[in-house]
């Protein structure tokens, strides 16, 4: 952190009563050193991160921060406020405030100058050491590390014991596949924890549950090192830390990666949002298993897979959660094949018209001059891409199931799916097949001998052989006839039938906005863009604007009627404009968490009347994300823009008006003092 922070990026006597002039307060410093070019371009940025999910930390912290295009280099920029600042921790307000600025597109340095920044903040030492310092220069130079740890910071270093490898169940040194049960000595010393955490997004929930579990164990005594796997990627947990652990947490929606480290290890295993919100639960169950001397062996792909072991979503998660979260390991890996090659087609057609679809190939046929020759390059581009959405979804479900061995399989079922018009749906299955069959092999005991191969080799080679007949011979004709008759239905969709559906769209996008029925319907529509039909494309252009919907209401709200939001509210109203108009429904997140009750059946009853609108209207759109600024690719586009407006007047009325039933509009109860939900990124 050597050249992140200096005298001049720091301000001890921080006047700004909200977070926003908080973070204008301290990003002016970052413009007068050259780390910032457009002062209100950053402050959006850092308004659009802050109105996803609050930045404060317990403990009198807040860490707003935000990639940015208007930041030259990785900067932090320190204020310290006397009265404190409301930054949404569920403690009270912040006066330790640490503004990160990075580089758009630089997801290492923003992930590094987070996790940082969190180690040191750990230390109580530290923090207090940095509200008792009186000169800016040694307060940077305290937040650089340049002055001497405080006493205790730093990490323990495992005893030779405690270093050792941890012998197999087997006896020979050789992992044994599936989870095995066993025994170990109970800890005796202090109890060591690792952890993992991750979400679909990556960097949110992922950095926010590493950091109460931090917060959790600082306070039980317990040594705790995380590993946050977000989407930027992740920095591996020493092998000397896993061995010396007494116990493992992992936090997750999607599937851990490289989860056999972890091979004879109590495993607490839940999702995300548990290790935001009980974060000392889940220690205190780390600890009955570690006293316990369970342990678990997991399986990488030879032996028997037993009831009992760790799955995603916990260890005895019921049926619905595992499945849910093998479908969202499918889809977190889909969305971006999705967003790149939609946009490159939609870009083509904006450049060359529909008809560019039938272009002879850029490979023999390219003229530099043309623009019709780089509307034919995005396209195929972009429709190359798009042939991966099938066989990643039903890869990386059966990886989310079954872990690497499955990869394979998955991907040649989804391939499979693809080629006899089974569709977005044959990947669904496809997918959850190979991850079924991998399981099932696994379950299959065999020699030591053979282990070494088993997941490189016999797996991908038995279980591809499997799905494939399966597919081709068993189901894969059913699910085709199945797939052809809803594309015929979406097809033929009019009248009272297109209206429902464009109904029960919008409710779905707007009940959790962001969370997993939102992602459901997201997720269905763009699976129709890998074929575009004239009833898919409606579908889409119903999600699309159902999805925009909850922002631009509480946006709309906080205008017309001001006083019946706080103060925070209404700041965060000014920018759930732009999320909003570009299709990000989690700017709404603030105000449901604040006052669900009101909030949530407002969106989603405006929801519904966008997307019914949308439907009834015939509005189509080939571009998956986008909001407003795609709307020259949008069929009937007047008649869209007047859905959305529809739907969020509807919305904005309701939500006001239950607002105003049986409420002091004068006094409007402060966002802190509000019940709370946690909606996934």
């Not at 164990?217 to 830390?241: N, Y």
């Not at 052809?484 to 009248?495: P, Q, V």
């Not at 269905?524 to 409606?538: E, M, W």
């Amino acid at each position: 952190m050597s050249e992140l922070v200096t005298a001049a990026l720091v301000d001890l006597d921080l006047s700004a009563e909200t977070k926003q002039d908080a973070a204008r307060s301290l990003a002016e410093r970052m413009v007068a050193e050259g780390r910032v070019t457009d002062l209100d371009g950053f402050l959006a940025d850092v308004a659009a991160r802050e109105a996803q999910m609050p930045t404060g930390l317990d403990g009198g912290i807040g860490i707003p921060h935000c990639r940015s295009e208007h930041v030259t280099a990785p900067t932090l920029a320190f204020g310290r406020s006397g009265p404190g600042i409301d930054f949404g921790a569920a403690d009270g307000p912040a006066d330790l405030v640490f503004l990160i600025a990075a580089p758009a597109g630089a997801d290492d340095d923003h992930l590094t100058i987070l996790s940082a920044l969190a180690r040191r903040l750990m230390d109580p030492e530290f923090t207090e050491a940095l509200r008792a310092e009186r000169d800016p220069g040694a307060a940077a130079a305290l937040i650089r590390g340049e002055e001497a740890e405080p006493a205790g910071s730093a990490p323990k270093a495992p005893t030779p014991e405690a270093s050792a490898p941890q012998a197999s169940a087997a006896g020979d040194g050789t992992p044994v596949d599936g989870p095995v049960t066993g025994s170990v000595a109970p800890p005796t010393g202090p109890l060591r924890i690792v952890a993992v955490t991750s979400c679909p997004t990556g960097i949110a929930h992922t950095y926010m549950a590493a950091e109460s579990l931090a917060a959790a164990a600082r306070a039980g005594g317990v040594v705790l090192d995380v590993e946050t796997q977000g989407s930027a990627g992740f920095e591996r947990l020493d092998p000397a830390l896993i061995a010396a652990a007494d116990a493992v947490i992992w936090a997750h929606d999607v599937e851990v990666r490289e989860k056999s480290r972890f091979d004879g290890k109590p495993i607490v295993d839940t999702g995300v949002k548990a290790g935001i919100n009980r974060p000392a639960e889940l220690i205190a169950e780390a600890r009955q298993k570690a006293e316990r001397g369970e342990t678990t062996v997991l399986a990488t792909g030879a032996a028997a897979r037993q009831d009992g072991g760790a799955t995603a979503g916990g260890d005895h998660a019921h049926f619905g959660v595992r499945l849910r979260t093998y479908l969202m390991s499918g889809v977190s890996y889909m969305v971006p094949f999705v967003a790149a090659g939609g946009l490159l087609i939609a870009l083509s057609f904006a450049i060359g018209g529909y008809e560019i679809a039938g272009a002879k190939s850029v490979a023999d046929h390219f003229v530099w001059g043309e623009a019709a020759s780089w509307a034919a390059l995005l396209n195929q581009i972009g429709t190359a891409a798009f042939a991966f959405l099938v066989p990643v979804l039903a890869g990386y479900i059966a990886y989310g199931m079954a872990d690497r061995p499955a990869l394979v399989p998955g991907f040649v079922g989804g391939a499979i799916a693809l080629t006899i018009d089974a569709g977005f749906l044959g990947g669904l299955v496809a997918g959850l097949l190979a991850g079924a069959v991998v399981m099932a092999i696994q379950r299959v005991k065999v020699h030591p001998t053979l282990r070494g191969i088993m997941p490189v080799l016999v797996i991908p080679l038995i279980a591809s052989a499997v799905v494939g007949f399966l597919m081709f011979i068993v189901v894969g004709k059913p699910i085709a006839s199945l797939q052809r008759a809803l594309t015929d239905g979406l097809n033929g969709l009019s009248g009272s039938n297109a209206i429902i559906l464009g109904i029960v769209l919008g409710l779905m996008m707007c009940f959790d906005m962001g969370g997993p029925l939102n992602k459901v319907a997201y997720a269905f529509a763009v699976g129709g863009l890998a074929d575009p039909t004239p009833g898919s494309l409606k579908v889409m252009a119903a999600v699309m604007a159902a999805g925009m919907v909850p922002p631009l209401a509480m946006a709309l709200a906080t205008t017309v009627r001001g006083r019946l939001f706080s103060r925070t509210e209404r700041e965060n109203g000014r920018a759930a404009w732009v999320l909003g108009a570009s299709f990000i429904s989690e700017g709404a997140i603030p105000f449901a968490a604040a006052d669900p009750l009101r909030v949530i059946p407002s969106v989603m009853a405006g929801g519904a009347v966008t997307g019914a609108l949308s439907m009834a209207f015939d509005c189509t759109l080939r571009a998956p994300h986008g909001g407003i600024f795609v709307v020259p690719l949008i069929g009937n586009p007047f008649l869209y823009l007047l859905a959305i407006a529809a739907g969020t007047t509807v919305a904005t009325t309701l939500v006001v008006l239950l607002k105003s039933l049986g409420r002091n509009t004068e006094a409007p109860a402060p966002a802190a003092e509000t019940p709370k939900i946690s909606v996934a990124a």
